[in-house]
């Protein structure tokens, strides 16, 4: 995903923190510095309701004379944004860790602002497979936030100073309460939440996935509309509108990703690439270059030397180049060098994800260091349009 930062690895499997989760951290310290008291209260009240329906429970009452001093709502927040942030963590490795057991590659992990995202490497797991490593998160997750709500009892019990007390069970409160809430709203039964896999995994035993997935990103989306005109319309709420954005996107993304990998299942590289490839010399001028893309209307070209290729050049390349310094500058002066490149028998699905990950519209196709041919992104929805029929 573009905008993350990979921070490490755990079983092999990278872990990468999107931009946004960053912003998480700041967001919630101020969310929480400006009403500790209301905050208090609020995290009171949900304990005590536990208390009620569990009798055997003490009830929890938050000393906020440490909690509201100064700058300790601020460290506090902190505190609650690295919490969070480990509670999501946990959940997503839940996932990947049963989806390994399953076999199943897993890329990377991606910490969002709202959530993670576990990118598997292969094919869509089976939907035998995908109820298991669906459910695992949202249970871990529940699961958390018992551990982080016995702890609060646990503070409460001890003979620490009550102000002390009041902020350690006010984070472990806070972080209770949020990882089931994390449980909660993974359980909604739309896409990208985890209750839409659950759906989906469902759904497919009795059709064909592609279907099932389409269904369960169309709840997606419409649950994403609704929540959406609640939060511009009932009750105006930034955070409720950019969650429902979102969700809409995530629905959205996940049918595109199954479409294409139902679609382009089995075909490789050689089934689609074109084998009639123009190229360009590396000495060749960029005048001429420029010529050439008007004439065969390509904005790219593959650069051979002596049937090698060299390089890549696109209208990009020319772009960069000063327009003062074009008639004197040859292909090999502004073309790129490192390039993605697969080699025929390559999977079709492997090229497209490629070219999404990277954001490139092509990729030489070679045998050895010799061109074979090329595919583009066009020629990929051309044959996913055909075989839709
Ligand atoms: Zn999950």
């Given at each position: 995903m573009n905008g993350s930062l990979a921070i490490g690895k755990i079983f092999g499997i990278p872990v990468k923190l999107h931009i946004t989760f960053l912003l998480a951290i700041p967001l919630f310290a101020w969310l929480i510095g400006r009403d500790v008291e209301l905050t208090a209260r609020v995290i009171e009240g949900f304990f005590n309701l536990a208390s009620g329906i569990f009798g055997f429970l003490p009830t929890i009452s938050i000393d906020t004379s440490l909690l509201g001093a100064e700058f300790i709502p601020y460290l506090v927040g902190v505190g609650v944004a690295l919490g969070l942030f480990f509670g999501v963590f946990i959940h997503e490795l839940a996932h990947s860790l049963l989806a390994l057991r399953h076999g199943i590659r897993i890329h990377s992990i991606t910490l969002l602002i709202l959530g993670g995202v576990s990118s598997i490497e292969d094919d869509l797991p089976e939907p035998r497979h995908e109820l298991p490593m669906a459910l695992a998160g949202p249970l871990t997750s529940l699961a958390l936030g018992i551990l982080f709500g016995l702890m609060v009892y646990l503070v409460n019990a001890t003979a620490i100073s009550p102000p002390l007390a009041g902020a350690s069970i006010f984070v472990l409160g806070y972080l209770g309460i949020l990882n089931v809430m994390l449980f909660a709203f993974n359980l909604?039964?739309?896409?990208?939440?985890?209750g839409g896999r659950v759906l989906r995994a469902w759904l497919a035993t009795r059709m064909p996935l592609a279907r099932a997935t389409k269904i369960a990103a169309d709840i997606g989306k419409a649950f994403a509309v609704l929540m959406g005109l609640f939060g511009v319309l009932l009750v105006f709420n930034p955070i409720l509108i950019i969650i429902a954005f979102f969700i809409y996107i995530g629905a959205d993304q996940e049918s595109m990703m199954v479409r294409y990998n139902v679609l382009l299942?089995?075909?490789?590289v050689s089934d689609v690439m074109a084998r009639e490839v123009i190229t360009v010399s590396p000495t060749t001028p960029v005048p001429e270059l420029i010529r050439m893309m008007y004439a065969t209307k390509h904005l790219a070209f593959p650069v051979v030397d002596q049937g090698v290729l060299t390089g890549m050049v696109t209208l990009d390349d020319v772009h960069r180049t000063p327009e003062i310094d074009r008639d004197a500058r040859q292909v090999r002066d502004i073309m790129t060098r490192t390039l993605v490149t697969l080699p025929p028998d390559a999977l079709l699905t492997a090229a497209f994800r490629l070219m999404t990950q990277q954001g490139i519209g092509r990729i030489p196709i070679v045998e050895g260091s010799i061109l074979a041919g090329i595919v583009t992104r066009t020629d990929i929805l051309r044959v996913m349009e055909l075989r839709e029929i």
């Open positions: 909604i039964p739309a896409f990208p939440m985890d299942k089995d075909l490789r």
